[in-house]
């Protein structure tokens, strides 16, 4: 199979709009943020770490000429943070148009060694977090009739070991995009997920694939490879398009069909 490489999408297609990206910083959100810019919107990326989004926002602008990023540390548990986030990004570029609601944590623990404390953070940043960026966001997405990408997972379909908390997470972050989807459809708001399988080249792959078994994790995917931060991007475009202005309250799985296969198929 070829593996597609170039947008299909307009290069304008996004001009005039504005995103607030959280976990903008580094991995598929700042895939998905670069996509945004190389489309020509005003992209605000968000993390907790100043250094890395200014990294990361000079990374975008070395890659797209004229790129027009906004930096800003704040983190997702803090409502308040996220507040000024959004006045800021408001600011910059006269409207919020998208939300994408990607700051998470995750390492891999046995639920009998997992603390009480070590499960509610990641509650607290993958669903409390997308709750409150959603909510932040709120007033400015009504002006606009904007769309929000919570970015879920495919781990909680089946259940993962080691992942009780990123599942509980993201069993709730899929939840919540559900009923926003339909408290919010009466603004014009669409509500989405993109529930990425493993991703190749992201830094949470590292973490979370033991070394040495990619290969064979490969075939056991009906579509043999793994999944590539650009199979995100273009999925982002996608639901952020008009293409899909019906399409809401919808989890768009990009996983070459892993999970449904499961590891032995
Ligand atoms: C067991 C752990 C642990 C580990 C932390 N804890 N790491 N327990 N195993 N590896 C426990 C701590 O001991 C503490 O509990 C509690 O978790 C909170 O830890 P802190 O370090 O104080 O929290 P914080 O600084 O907020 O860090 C959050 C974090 C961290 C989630 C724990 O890993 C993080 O910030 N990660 C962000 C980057 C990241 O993980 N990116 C990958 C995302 S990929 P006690 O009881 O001691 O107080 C991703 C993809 C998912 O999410 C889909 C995969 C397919």
């Given at each position: 199979m070829t593996i597609a490489t170039e947008s299909v999408f307009q290069k304008n297609l996004f001009v005039g709009k504005s995103a607030v990206v959280t976990g903008g910083g580094s991995g598929i959100c700042l895939g998905m943020a670069t996509a945004l810019?190389?489309?020509?919107?005003?992209?605000?990326?968000?993390?907790?770490?100043?250094?890395?989004?200014?990294?990361?926002?000079?990374?975008?602008?070395?890659?797209?000429?004229?790129?027009?990023?906004?930096?800003?540390?704040?983190?997702?548990r803090d409502p308040s943070a996220l507040a000024h986030v959004m006045e800021q990004a408001n600011n910059a570029a006269g409207r919020i148009d998208f939300l994408i609601c990607g700051a998470a944590g995750n390492f891999l623990c046995p639920a009998e060694q997992l603390s009480t404390n070590a499960f509610k953070t990641v509650i607290d940043i993958d669903l409390v977090g997308t709750f409150n960026t959603c909510k932040a966001g709120l007033e400015y997405l009504k002006k606009s009739q904007g769309s929000v990408i919570n970015v879920t997972a495919t781990l909680q379909y089946k259940g993962t070991p080691f992942m009780a908390h990123a599942c509980a997470a993201k069993a709730g972050v899929d939840a919540l995009t559900?009923?926003?989807?339909?408290?919010?459809?009466?603004?014009?708001?669409?509500?989405?997920?993109?529930?990425?399988?493993?991703?190749?080249?992201?830094?949470?792959?590292?973490?979370?694939?033991?070394?040495?078994?990619k290969e064979f994790y490969q075939q056991t995917v009906p579509l043999k490879r793994m999944g590539r931060v650009r199979d995100i991007e273009f999925a982002t475009l996608y639901l952020l398009s008009d293409a899909?202005?019906?399409v809401?309250?919808?989890?768009?799985?990009?996983?070459?069909?892993?999970?449904?296969?499961?590891?032995?198929?």
């Open positions: 810019a190389r489309h020509g919107a005003h992209v605000t990326i968000v993390g907790r770490t100043q250094s890395k989004l200014d990294n990361a926002k000079r990374g975008i602008e070395a890659e797209v000429i004229g790129a027009r990023i906004l930096a800003l540390a704040a983190d997702v559900r009923v926003l989807a339909l408290e919010w459809g009466k603004y014009g708001i669409r509500v989405n997920g993109i529930a990425p399988g493993p991703i190749d080249d992201t830094a949470g792959m590292d973490k979370l694939l033991p070394s040495g078994t899909a202005q019906l809401t309250g919808h989890i768009h799985v990009v996983d070459g069909g892993e999970w449904l296969a499961g590891p032995m198929n």
